[in-house]
């Protein structure tokens, strides 16, 4: 995983925002999830599996982040994957760590079974569970954070090569349906932490215009930032100067951040490497165009005026409309 990606799962771990973000995202902004009823959950699978020529390798995989929801009638687990470029695979990928989820449960329903000793019948003993035994759900969302939609494979049917199948046969194969969440359809207005201004700006980054736009109209809340949420802004905007500058922007007393100055100077900072390269690209433009001029005049045997063109600059003009340069 790159940085990027590391510091977004750090930021969506904690419950407050990993509660934030499934409500925002899955129940349109509609306060579903409490914070308080989220627990912790294992994320990473681990196991032998077995390559080709039949030797055993040892393999693992994890999760990006994963939570547990504890409530009085049921339990769900909810998995969330990020990601910032198409993965033609994800379909496979999400449908592998969900299956591995189930398959952990399973084997520690097998072992708690056993030291109980209550199985009953074949069938208990084959299956190692009884039959009124049930497992815990989970959901698995990807969050794309990249830019645009995502256009790769949504289901496992959209990785085969269905073509010439017959409607029989196409209706018994077997499929995964994946949850895909892509940041440029979110309204951050669904969301009531740091994830609204996150998701704000990350949507814009690449609209200057609108990008300022947003700062002006939501000023008081960039004003007004925790630690954690300064920090992954700074991050997935590629602020990175803008750490050195987070204690000159803190509020002793509440503990907030002001981001409007940072970004601020972003916006500056952009506009003045913009006039650097304007006025670069416009004195490389004005080299080659006094370069083609000087040619013309030497070819024609008009040294005289090439000289004059050198010195001053209403002779250049005029020559260059001369020759229309």
């Known amino acids: 995983m790159g940085r990027k990606n590391n510091e977004l799962c750090w930021y969506l771990n904690k419950a407050e925002i990993f509660a934030d973000f499934c409500n925002g995202s899955i129940y349109g902004g509609r306060a579903v999830i409490a914070p308080q009823e989220l627990a912790e959950a294992q994320k990473h699978y681990s196991g032998n599996r077995k390559r080709w020529e039949g030797k055993r390798i040892s393999g693992s995989r994890s999760r990006d982040v994963i939570k547990l929801l504890c409530r009085k009638d049921h339990f769900i687990k909810i998995a969330v994957e990020n990601q910032d470029r198409m993965n033609y695979c994800m379909p496979l990928r999400c449908g592998e760590y969900d299956l591995l989820e189930i398959s952990r449960q399973v084997r520690r329903l097998r072992e708690q079974r056993k030291r109980e000793g209550t199985l009953k019948g074949g069938e208990e003993y084959l299956s190692g569970m009884k039959e009124t035994d049930r497992l815990i759900p989970i959901v698995t ?36 349906q994946m949850n895909v969440v892509c940041l440029e359809d979110l309204n ?46 700074c991050t997935m905007l590629d602020m990175d100067s803008f750490f050195q500058k987070k204690e000159d922007s ?50 024609d045997g008009r040294q005289e005026d090439a000289l004059r063109a050198s010195r001053y600059a209403a002779a250049r003009k005029r020559l260059y409309l001369e020759y229309g340069l």
């Open 141 to 176: 969302v990807v969050f794309f954070h990249g830019k645009g939609k995502w256009t790769a494979a949504r289901q496992l049917r959209d990785m085969l090569d269905m073509e010439g199948m017959d409607r029989e046969l196409e209706r018994l194969m077997m499929n995964y």
């Open 250 to 299: 803190c509020d002793d007393e509440q503990e907030e951040y002001d981001m409007c100055t940072a970004v601020r100077e972003l916006i500056k900072d952009g506009e003045k490497i913009g006039e650097k390269r304007g006025e670069k690209r416009g004195r490389e433009q004005g080299e080659k165009r006094l370069g083609l001029l000087m040619e013309k005049l030497i070819k």
């Open 188 to 233: 951050e207005d669904d969301f009531k932490t740091g994830l609204r201004e996150l998701i704000g700006l990350m949507k814009r980054r690449g609209d200057k215009e609108e990008f300022q736009k947003y700062c002006e109209e939501n000023e008081e809340r960039l004003r007004h930032m925790d630690a954690d949420t300064y920090d992954v802004i």
